[in-house]
């Protein structure tokens, strides 16, 4: 069994070269997010992408790689500040405990993504606490730092 009782903390940033209601859209137009959401090396279908941006709205994708698999993500939005701030909860169905986790209401991630003006730029600024084990802690903080990468070349910042 896991030891949950530690919250677990990522925290991923990125300057990217565009304004700050370009990288917002990108989070929140469901055919850009198709074309970015993922690690480098994997694509997510736009049929699989609803984005219900509003407080209370749901939201899904899934993400998939060849030879690797697919990988739904669900949540939930609890705060929508458009092009500043984004909060929702995260979900990965296909997590092996993820019945178990939900049981002691745990499967959420809560995630805060903040957008401001850097330098002609925007800094984005990820932020996600849960109950991840120490290696699975690990595991996202570097899935999502690839994530950001897919995001930096989808607005053309690479």
Known sequence: ???????????????????RATVYQAWTDPGRFAQW???????TDPSSVALDVRVGGAWKATM???????????????????????????????????AERTARGEAEELTTVTFAD???GTQLSFHQVGQLDAEKTEEAKAGWSSFLDSLGQHLGCV
Not at 37 to 43: I, K, R, Y
Not at 72 to 78: D, E
């Open 64 to 98: 998939a790689a060849e030879g690797i698999g697919e990988f739904p993500f669900t949540g939930v939005y609890r705060e929508v500040v458009e092009n500043e701030r984004l909060v929702f909860t995260l979900v990965d169905p296909n997590d092996e405990s993820v």
């Open 118 to 120: 850097l330098d002609g």
């Open 37 to 43: 959401w993922g690690p480098v090396g994997f694509s």
């Open 1 to 19: 069994m896991t030891d949950t009782t530690n919250p677990s903390e990522i925290g991923v940033s990125r300057v990217f070269d565009a304004p």
